[in-house]
Nanobody, 122 residues
Framework: QVQLVESGGGLVQAGGSLRLSCATD????????MGWYRQAPGKEREFVAG????????LYADDVKGRFSISRDTTKNTVYLQMDSLKPEDTAVYYC???????????????WGQGTLVTVSS
């Protein structure tokens, strides 16, 4: 069974930074795109960022462009989400996903991590 294990969430003041990590097995990491989604209270889960298996394609939601950065470390089978200039509206549970990606679109699958809570105070 594929496992995605997130870490790095927490409480931060507006304007601060956090880095989320998502670790998985090597087979998953080398063959699939990886993505981050988030779900705020009372809202639907939404796409945040995605990266292709090769790292050649990187995609961001419009409201995080320029503030968030997704990357992957093949030596650690880990994908990261660096979040800078955080805003209170970034408060959500962030989920890692295994999926597929083209240069224009990330496609999620039903393989999700357990989620990590990010709270941004004003």
């Amino acid at each position: 069974q594929v496992q995605l294990v997130e870490s790095g969430g927490g409480l931060v003041q507006a304007g601060g930074s956090l880095r989320l990590s998502c670790a998985t097995d090597g087979r998953t990491f080398s063959a699939y795109a990886m993505g981050w989604y988030r779900q705020a209270p009372g809202k639907e889960r939404e796409f945040v960022a995605g990266i292709s298996w090769s790292g050649a394609s990187i995609l961001y939601a419009d409201d995080v462009k320029g503030r968030f950065s997704i990357s992957r470390d093949t030596t650690k089978n880990t994908v990261y989400l660096q979040m800078d200039s955080l805003k209170p509206e970034d408060t959500a549970v962030y989920y890692c996903n295994r999926g597929t990606a083209t240069s224009h679109q990330y496609y999620s699958t039903d393989v999700w991590g357990q989620g990590t809570l990010v709270t941004v105070s004003s």
